[in-house]
């Protein structure tokens, strides 16, 4: 069974920083596309970025310059570091893992980020 865990969330002013982590754990790490995706209130979930076993990325817009995304192989853990962040930003962030060749889709159970001052 595949699990995804993710962590790092919180309450961070305008213009702060946070780095969100996803361990995945029961499956082949190797074998996911990874993604980040964003779900504020009211709204349908939006991808964030996304990043191959190759460290291949692509963001959407709205993180592109501010957002970082990067995976260590060796912990089964992707990252998310958010830099700049605005109210806008506020939203749960669920981590995504796609199998390569069957494109299962597995989902974390997603961690809060609230900016605001």
């Known amino acids: 069974q595949v699990q995804l865990v993710e962590s790092g969330g919180g309450l961070v002013q305008p213009g702060g920083s946070l780095r969100l982590s996803c361990v995945v754990s029961g499956g082949l790490f190797s074998s996911y596309k990874m993604g980040w995706y964003r779900q504020a209130p009211g709204k349908q979930r939006d991808l964030v970025a996304t990043?191959?076993?190759?460290?291949?990325?692509n963001y959407a817009d709205s993180g592109k310059g501010r957002f970082t995304i990067s995976r260590d192989n060796a912990k089964n853990t992707v990252y998310l570091q958010m830099n700049s962040l605005k109210p806008e930003d506020t939203a749960v962030y669920y981590c995504n893992a796609e199998q390569l060749f069957t494109r299962l889709q597995f989902w974390g159970q997603g961690t809060l980020v609230t900016v605001s001052s």
């Open positions: 990043i191959t076993f190759g460290s291949s990325t």
